[in-house]
């Protein structure tokens, strides 16, 4: 199984706080993406990164930060959670288009 | 911009029957790959197959193979003498090539009916 995983697995928050999602993998992959799954809606894209300190917006960027300061790290961040924002989220890593993308478990988070 | 849709929110098989799922999508470019992925109920993304666009040979991984047309850019994925674990979500995926995102479809719920 490849490296990766994500923590949190569960959380559930207020409106109005901050809130970081980790991802960490150990595969040395130089992609990595933030999703997030709902129903209905697949798999969207929140943000990416193809190398440290390189990232760029995915289709639902609004409300959603993201940082890799190493290789190995990827973290989301929500700077003032809303419950727009309750969903399962789901970290790729991936070598490139041609190969397999591996997934984290999953984070499921909910704001109330 | 590129998109991937997949117009089936939910199909029923028979167990041992053959079950086709449906992906098509728009882009500009000529050489890419495609992929299915699936999610069983434990959330898990698992690959499935993996085509190149390039290859005029359809992908074939055991019991799942696709149907690729480059031209009517589709992309659908048969599943032979379906088994109770095929039962998830199915998802298409596009990586783009000019900057690697993924783009994935909405997915296709597949029930397995013993």
């Known amino acids: 199984d490849a490296g990766i995983t994500q923590s949190p697995r569960h959380k559930v928050t207020e409106t109005g706080t901050p809130v970081t999602l980790r991802c960490h993998q150990t595969?040395?992959?130089?992609?990595m993406y933030w999703y997030r799954q709902d129903p209905g809606h697949g798999l969207r894209l929140i943000h990416y990164?193809?190398?440290?300190?390189?990232?760029d917006k995915g289709e639902v960027s609004d409300g959603y930060s993201v940082s890799r300061s190493k290789t190995e790290d990827f973290l989301l961040t929500l700077e003032s959670a809303t419950s727009s924002q309750t969903s399962v989220y789901f970290c790729?890593?991936?070598?490139?288009?041609?190969?397999?993308?591996?997934f984290g478990q999953g984070t499921r988070l909910t704001v109330v | 911009a590129q998109t991937v849709t997949q117009s089936q929110p939910e199909m029923s098989v028979q167990e041992a029957e053959t079950v086709t799922l449906s992906c098509t999508y728009d882009t500009s470019e000529s050489d890419y790959y495609l992929f299915w992925y699936k999610q069983p109920p434990s959330r898990q993304m698992i690959l499935v197959i993996r085509?190149?666009?390039?290859?005029?040979q359809n992908a074939t991984e055991n019991r799942f193979s696709v149907n690729f047309q480059k031209a009517a850019k589709s992309f659908s994925l048969k599943i032979s003498d379906s088994q109770l674990g095929d039962a998830a979500m199915y998802f298409c995926a596009y990586p783009l090539n000019r900057d690697d995102k993924i783009i994935f479809g909405k997915g296709t719920r597949l029930h397995i009916l013993p």
């Open positions: 990164s193809y190398g440290v300190k390189d990232t």
């Open positions: 595969e040395n992959h130089r992609y």
């Open positions: 790729a890593i991936s070598g490139g288009r041609r190969t397999e993308a591996f």
């Open positions: 085509q190149e666009a390039y290859k005029q």
